[in-house]
């Protein structure tokens, strides 16, 4: 109960407004937007995965899809050059 919680009446007013382009290259006119949302779950798990193969192998990359084969072959063929 110390701290109030902010409020839209506590923020700043803002107009939204819009400027729709159509799209040159596109028949319909229209662009795809619809994938934006997901395509950075891909990355981040690569990017994991090759977090803890550094720590452990000094593995610093791996091909998108990091199949359980690919992870495997990665891990061996660190295992052989060092």
Request: some cysteine; overall charge negative; proline content about 8%.
């Given at each position: 109960?110390?701290?109030a919680?902010?409020?839209?009446?506590?923020?700043?007013?803002?107009?939204?407004?819009?400027?729709?382009?159509?799209?040159?290259?596109?028949?319909?006119?229209?662009?795809?937007?619809?994938?934006?949302?997901?395509?950075?779950?891909?990355?981040?798990?690569v990017?994991?995965?090759?977090?803890?193969?550094?720590?452990?192998?000094?593995?610093?990359?791996?091909?998108?899809?990091?199949?359980?084969?690919?992870?495997?072959?990665?891990?061996?063929?660190?295992?052989?050059?060092a």
């Open positions: 109960m110390d701290y919680l902010p409020r839209a009446a506590d923020g700043p007013s803002f107009v939204f407004e819009t400027h729709n382009v159509p799209c040159t290259t596109n028949p319909l006119g229209v662009k795809g937007a619809g994938e934006a949302g997901a395509i950075g779950s891909c990355p981040a798990v990017n994991a995965i090759i977090e803890g193969l550094w720590r452990e192998y000094k593995i610093d990359h791996i091909d998108m899809p990091a199949t359980a084969e690919r992870v495997w072959i990665a891990i061996r063929e660190a295992q052989q050059a």
